[in-house]
Nanobody, 115 residues
Framework: QVQLVESGGGLVQAGRSLRLACSAS????????MYWYRQGPGKQRELVAG???????NYADSVKGRFTISRDNAKNTVYLQMNSLKPEDTAVYYC?????????WGQGTQVTVSS
């Protein structure tokens, strides 16, 4: 049974940092590409960052230079380091992966950035 559990969200002031974590179980983690999405109030869910099984990273233009995605295969965990946070980064952040054509999502973690 695939499970993705996010943690690390919270309320922070603009300019501060947060690190999100997503712990995976029931998967061969090292073989998977992992992604972080977010959904802000009244907005569509959007891709924030992704990391392949080989460590190749990609980012949305809006977070380049501020966010860093990383993974620890020994811990079955993917991280999202978020620096220089802005109020527009306020959203529920989800991690996700695709296995055999099926998408799996965590429950999400709320990030709120105050100005």
């Amino acid at each position: 049974q695939v499970q993705l559990v996010e943690s690390g969200g919270g309320l922070v002031q603009a300019g501060r940092s947060l690190r999100l974590a997503c712990s995976a179980s029931g998967v061969i983690f090292r073989s998977l590409s992992m992604y972080w999405y977010r959904q802000g109030p009244g907005k569509q869910r959007e891709l924030v960052a992704g990391i392949s099984s080989g460590g190749t990273r990609n980012y949305a233009d809006s977070v380049k230079g501020r966010f860093t995605i990383s993974r620890d295969n020994a811990k079955n965990t993917v991280y999202l380091q978020m620096n220089s946070l802005k109020p527009e980064d306020t959203a529920v952040y989800y991690c996700t992966t695709r296995i055999n054509g099926a998408d799996y999502w965590g429950q999400g973690t709320q990030v709120t950035v105050s100005s």
